[in-house]
């Protein structure tokens, strides 16, 4: 089975390195995450961006990869027919602007529209793995589901934590949800699409479903730290949360937390069924993604993501990724739902939108989606 990378950058620890580097050469202590031998080829790359810190050209040459000039030259192999099995679309990090709502503008649906390009001179389409969320704007995503739907070729894509063991091991199928909160670290785009793809992961398996997203609001720093002294985001919830990650039970804490806000961010999203997930962006006190999650019966359930046991250099999510991905190509069948990246890429977008509303819920009558 052969495989081509279309990508927008392959530096030290990009996206493209942690993915095709160890497809082909897998890191070490990969095969505690099911990672040890892969069996498919990565048989050519596209590279957008050629930085100075480029490692993608060199690794390519050294291990007889072809590096092509376009992508049409990628999925084809310059034979002028499709001559790949699959599709590893990356298009993370690199030099592209921000918009005013801090969304880079990463080109996906641009790189995705030239493979569909190849699809349709050669009259053949292969399954295609989109890296993260679709597209930076929920439109385009939706354009792309369409788009793979007509053609007949399969579409997956969406963040490596959902497929990283959780500790503890927790289980909500058909259980009866409340609310949740959760906490993340970084950047509200790149880490907050992490978090809310990873708690969705969760909750979508509740007794009823996922109905879709009835609105959203943002707050930021003093905003924030008074939604959460007040009670309005449960207290109970983010404590679990924070004693998960290994902050004793001892409520100061919170208050402690709260007199340091620079930074702080709150995205809260109302589910349809009355859900509200609280996602909570605490700079120097996270370190990882957390979830704590009320169930009706009023029991608590908290996890944190646990990405692998060795080195965190290793960035072994991307190993339990790679797992996935591959069995993927082998049959053409998603992991989990497509429609669940579109709706976190919705999420996500209404939520960086959000931060211009003062505070104010947003109706999103757009994210009405079900799976």
């Known amino acids: ?56 050209m060199s690794f390519c040459v050294d291990k007889g990869i072809f590096l092509a000039e376009s992508i049409a030259d990628a999925l084809t192999l310059g034979t002028g027919r499709l001559a790949v099995d699959g599709v590893l679309l990356i298009g993370e990090h690199g030099d592209y602007p921000d918009n005013e709502f801090g969304q880079k503008l990463y080109p996906r649906k641009r790189l995705f ?101 009835r609105r959203v609001r943002s707050l930021k720093e003093h905003a924030a730290q008074d939604v959460i002294l007040s009670g309005e985001i449960s207290r109970d919830l983010l404590m679990q949360a924070l004693i998960n990650q290994g902050y004793p039970d001892d409520e100061a804490i919170i208050p402690f937390i709260m007199q340091r806000v620079e930074g ?36 608590v359930r908290a996890c944190q993501v646990d990405p692998g046991r060795g080195s965190p250099d290793f960035f072994q999510n991307f190993a339990f990724l790679n797992a996935r991905l591959e069995s993927f190509f082998q049959t053409g ?21 959000a931060l211009k509303a003062g505070g104010e819920w947003l109706e999103t009558p757009h994210l009405t989606i079900s799976y």
């Open 264 to 299: 702080t961010l709150v995205f809260q999203l109302e589910h349809l069924d009355g859900v509200i997930v609280s996602h909570l962006l605490l700079p120097k006190f996270v370190s990882n993604w957390a979830v704590s999650i009320g169930l009706r019966t009023k029991e």
């Open 113 to 213: 529209d030239a493979i569909v390009k190849v699809f349709h001179t050669t009259g053949k389409s292969v399954p295609v793995f989109n890296d993260k969320h679709f597209s930076w704007n929920f439109k385009e995503s939706g354009e792309m589901l369409e788009t793979a739907t007509r053609l007949g070729f399969a579409l997956y894509g969406g963040s490596s934590l959902p497929h990283c063991p959780n500790l503890p091991e927790l289980k909500l199928d058909q259980q009866e949800i409340s609310a949740a909160v959760a906490l993340f670290h970084g950047s509200p785009e790149a880490y907050g699409y992490h978090s809310m793809e990873f708690v969705q992961a969760l909750i979508e398996k509740r007794r009823d479903g996922e109905k879709g997203i």
């Open 1 to 56: 089975m052969k495989i081509a990378v279309i990508t927008t950058v392959w530096f030290p620890l990009s996206h493209a390195d942690v993915i095709v580097t160890r497809w082909v050469k897998p890191f070490p202590t990969d095969e505690n995450c099911g990672w040890s031998k892969p069996h498919s080829k990565i048989a050519s790359a596209y590279i957008e961006q050629k930085p100075h810190n480029d490692i993608g």
């Open 333 to 353: 069948v998603p992991p989990t739902s497509p429609l669940r990246t579109h709706l976190v890429t919705g999420m996500l977008e209404a939520s960086l939108h």
